[in-house]
């Protein structure tokens, strides 16, 4: 699915504070976070040029939720802001460089968990644990946010993190093919088995998870 620039502009009025896109800016130098946080390629004096040719609901990066209160944080936080961080604290310039040259470049990102600022995933699952309806009325946020994207039978969901993946296979009942990437994040992975690793899982392999263990 490709979109036009009222499209994209709709979806950036529901979704864009928690979502964005994985496309980043060029890098300005060497180092690995250059261009990450750079919003600008986003404005609308791009124009529909840019958000045609590049942007797409044919791969959906799915996280679990927002690591810090972003209400907290200077600058201010912006739309589509989600998954580009140019912070030292941060690694989202891994799936930056996993994913270059594959197709799930302008893929769409979204947190299944919106608005739960919370650094560790296990204090997220607790919390979901003990209150299964957060996880019922975020399920049901976003079914209709891959409706509000035009996302299709087709679309490939990439979990990033055992955790999305268990909740998604578990309750997500769209039948979206679902797969499973580790987390940025995960610094037990270096960047070469990284990339490997998400390239894999794009081009359709698997990986031996239990659901189970990854959400109870």
Known sequence: MRYDQKEFERIRSRHGDCASWAIWGDPSSDEVRSGMGDLSIFDANNGS?????????????????FSV???????PWQS????????????DYR??????GTAAVGGYMTDIIKNHHELTAANVLRTLRKNPQIIEQNIAKFDQEM??????????ILCLGLAVH???????????????????????????????????????GTESI????AYT
């Open 49 to 65: 040029h840019f958000v045609g040719k590049h942007l797409h609901a044919d791969y959906i990066f799915v996280a679990l939720n």
């Open 69 to 75: 209160d972003v209400r907290t944080i200077s600058p």
């Open 80 to 91: 589509w802001a989600n998954f580009h961080s140019s912070s030292p604290r941060t690694r």
């Open 95 to 100: 799936l930056r460089q996993a994913i270059a």
């Open 147 to 156: 409706i509000d994207i035009k996302s299709n039978p087709n679309s490939i």
């Open 166 to 204: 268990g909740i998604l296979c578990k309750y997500l009942k769209s039948g979206h093919e679902i797969r499973y990437i580790p987390h940025y994040s995960n610094r037990t992975i270096d960047n070469n088995e990284y990339k490997n690793r998400v390239w894999n899982a794009i081009n359709g």
């Open 210 to 213: 239990s659901v189970a263990a």
